[in-house]
């Protein structure tokens, strides 16, 4: 079994929305706290706080029930099998309504940054 910290992060706040729980612990690493970050500024979560130690995330989750909707997170490159693209082949998400979340060269960016940057990196997830 491989362990695959970026989808245990996607499971755990896709599983908060589903349970309609307001806060989610995480436990920490500096790349998990970039993609937070992000979908913080895209307003997919309330906001995060890092706990003092390092040990952990809390992220505070949007209210299902006052937001109505329910974002929906997807794994695309996995440890045993890595997708890599170009700055030209980044297209929008779900005719823009959703975001990639690409690692790249100049750090964890949304795919609309790395267009606009002309960068490609390691295609990671999706967000809708």
Request: hydrophobic content about 35%; proline content about 4%.
């Amino acid at each position: 079994m491989i362990n695959d910290p970026i989808a245990d992060l996607l499971t755990r706040v896709r599983n908060g929305y589903l349970a309609r729980l307001a806060v989610v612990s995480i436990p920490y690493s500096a790349l998990k706290e970039q993609i937070i970050s992000i979908l913080k500024k895209n307003a997919y979560i309330v906001s995060y706080t890092v706990s003092e130690n390092k040990r952990e995330i809390i992220v505070h989750l949007n209210d299902v029930r006052k937001t109505k909707y329910l974002p929906s997170f997807n794994r695309i490159s996995r440890p045993g099998q890595r997708i890599y693209i170009k700055s030209a082949d980044v297209r929008k998400s779900r005719n823009g309504h959703g975001i990639y979340i690409l690692s790249t060269p100049k750090g964890v960016i949304t795919g609309y940054e790395a267009y606009s940057l002309g960068t490609g990196g390691e295609l990671l997830c999706e967000v809708y």
